[in-house]
């Protein structure tokens, strides 16, 4: 239970990192060269880069969210952004696709799962955890 209400803080946390003013680090800036968008997005994977350039922890969650959320099948990955970046109530997205209420819900928690244990296997899970206490 404790880790789903983490999934689901890194999951609103990731929903306005991508909804602000960058739209995230996927957008492509007109005045922006491919060598810097290359580096942009390579950072997060070197937390000494990550931390001269100026992106915090909470970019670099988002950030590694945002890929494992590109790994996820693509209903569930629709019923995200429609539930995180839309805000729509999961009977608004049952109703638009004619399905039920409740499988919409157990698509989302098989996503739930899926994005916990890849955190989990990655160590990433346990680490902000201790951080959020």
Known sequence: MKHMKHIKRRLDE???W???ATLGWGIQRADETADIIQ???DTHADPVLAEVMGIDRMQSDA???DNLIRELPK????Y??????????????AADLNVTK????????QAYRKLKDSLDSAGKLADN???AA
Not at 75 to 78: A, D, V
Not at 80 to 93: P, S, V
Not at 102 to 109: M, P
Request: glycine share 2%.
């Open 14 to 16: 990731w929903a306005w």
């Open 18 to 20: 991508r909804t602000t």
């Open 39 to 41: 580096r942009r997005n």
């Open 63 to 65: 950030l590694d969210m």
């Open 75 to 78: 209903r569930q990955r629709y």
């Open 80 to 93: 995200l952004y429609r539930l995180y970046i839309y805000r729509e109530r999961l009977t608004d997205i």
């Open 102 to 109: 409740g499988a919409v819900s157990k698509s989302l928690s």
């Open 129 to 131: 955890m201790s951080q």
